[in-house]
């Protein structure tokens, strides 16, 4: 569902990301077009991609926590990463990019 929701947005968006973050992927949209939307807008935009399984909680605005890249996940000791659109096809939670020196 990631790779189609990241095309879907990218329709609307010009700053689209994806990011693994110790616990999966997930899309991030970094546009300030994107940080000004009411909440009744993004109301609306969670209804429209509702199919791709996305978080309304976290998507409709209440929250505004991500974890930012290449910090540490402390939950199970990631890396989080952004991923290129291109290496998402060969995407591997245990590629030694998303592991920490302390755990080789």
Do not use: Q
Request: aromatic share 12%.
């Amino acid at each position: 569902y990631g790779l189609k929701l990241y095309k879907e947005l990218k329709k609307e968006f010009k700053n689209v990301k994806i990011v693994y973050s110790g616990r999966g992927c997930h899309v991030h949209v970094l546009d300030k077009k994107a940080y000004k939307l009411t909440l009744k807008e993004r109301n609306n935009l969670n209804k429209k991609f509702l199919k791709y399984k996305i978080d309304p909680w976290v998507s409709y605005g209440k929250i505004r926590l991500i974890r930012l890249p290449y910090s540490l996940n402390a939950l199970n000791s990631r890396i989080v990463t952004p991923i290129k659109i291109k290496e998402i096809n060969n995407f591997n939670v245990n590629n030694k990019k998303y592991l920490p020196r302390f755990l080789m």
